[in-house]
Nanobody
Framework: QVQLVESGGGLVQPGGSLRLSCAASGNIFSINAMGWYRQAPGKQRELVAAITSGGSTNYADSVKGRFTISRDNAKNTVYLQMNNLKPEDTAVYCC??????????????WGQGTQVTVSS
């Protein structure tokens, strides 16, 4: 059993910053890619940013230059630093992780989500 727990969401004014964290715990051999997704009301879930175990990253075009994804492998934690937030960034943000539960078996796990609201 693996759990992902997010934290760091909240209400922020346009132009402000937030840092999201997502910590994985449980039966973990290692973690491959980790990522952040978001879903706004009435819209499909979209990838925000992802990071491999080696540190390679990719971002949605809408957040490039404003958001930074990072991870601490020793803590099984992924972060999303969000700067210059805009109202259109308002969404529920969820993390996911491809977890190796043994040397050969992996599964994809999701966190429960954290609300980010950008409003004046």
């Amino acid at each position: 059993q693996v759990q992902l727990v997010e934290s760091g969401g909240g209400l922020v004014q346009p132009g402000g910053s937030l840092r999201l964290s997502c910590a994985a715990s449980g039966n973990i051999f290692s973690i491959n890619a980790m990522g952040w997704y978001r879903q706004a009301p009435g819209k499909q879930r979209e990838l925000v940013a992802a990071i491999t175990s080696g540190g390679s990253t990719n971002y949605a075009d809408s957040v490039k230059g404003r958001f930074t994804i990072s991870r601490d492998n020793a803590k099984n934690t992924v972060y999303l630093q969000m700067n210059n937030l805009k109202p259109e960034d308002t969404a529920v943000y969820c993390c996911n992780a491809e977890v190796m539960i043994t040397r050969r078996a992996s599964s994809l796990y999701w966190g429960q989500g954290t609300q980010v609201t950008v409003s004046s």
